[in-house]
Nanobody, 118 residues
Framework: QVSLAESGGGLVQAGGSLRLSCTASGTIHSVKTMDWYRQAPGKERELVAT???????NYTDSMNGRFIISKDVNKNMVYLQMNSLQPEDTATYYCHAKPWLPGLPEVWGQGTQVTVSS
């Protein structure tokens, strides 16, 4: 089972960009998808972006094209490039791994805080 560690969070002004990184302890091909979730205070955790680990395409976009999730299978890393950040993007961002088989445990990172000031 992989373990995940996020990095790259911080404070940024509205309109700015941040790049989050997620380092997996093992091969990301051992899981079905790698995802980024976020949770703002008082709100439920929501899916931000997802990418299949075995897809030939190494990136997909989300949030109306503002965010791009990408993977580097050689480094067992997943990234979230966030552009045009807004205060409503303020949240703790979590890296997540979905297992191939239902019933197997999902894996979460410890989270990294992103704060966008207006």
């Amino acid at each position: 089972q992989v373990s995940l560690a996020e990095s790259g969070g911080g404070l940024v002004q509205a309109g700015g960009s941040l790049r989050l990184s997620c380092t997996a302890s093992g091969t990301i091909h051992s899981v079905k998808t790698m995802d980024w979730y976020r949770q703002a205070p008082g709100k439920e955790r929501e899916l931000v972006a997802t990418i299949p680990t075995t897809s030939r395409q190494n990136y997909t976009d989300s949030m109306n094209g503002r965010f791009i999730i990408s993977k580097d299978v050689n480094k067992n890393m997943v990234y979230l490039q966030m552009n045009s950040l807004q205060p409503e993007d303020t949240a703790t961002y979590y890296c997540h791994a979905k297992p191939w088989l239902p019933g197997l445990p999902e894996v979460w990172g410890q989270g990294t805080q992103v704060t966008v000031s207006s």
